[in-house]
């Protein structure tokens, strides 16, 4: 199981990070709350966020299962 963290923006945009470490996590509640800046490298896009625009995160865990049965 990986931990799935999902940051939701203003503009109601989301940004999924898979498999987000706690270092990561930790990243982006401090962004959050100290009203810093949240930087992440996502798929060859570096992202700058800021803690004022983030709505909410949503961590899960993500389960690699395929629940398909044929």
């Given at each position: 199981m990986a931990t799935k963290l999902r940051i939701i923006q203003i503009d109601r945009e989301e940004i999924v990070i898979k498999a987000a470490?706690?270092?990561?996590?930790?990243?982006?509640?401090k962004a959050?709350?100290?009203?810093?800046?949240?930087?992440?490298?996502?798929?060859?896009?570096v992202y700058h966020i800021a803690g004022q625009h983030i709505i909410r995160l949503e961590i899960e865990q993500d389960d690699d299962q395929d629940d398909d049965k044929a």
């Open positions: 470490t706690d270092k990561v996590i930790t990243e982006a509640k959050m709350t100290a009203g810093g800046v949240f930087t992440v490298e996502k798929k060859g896009w």
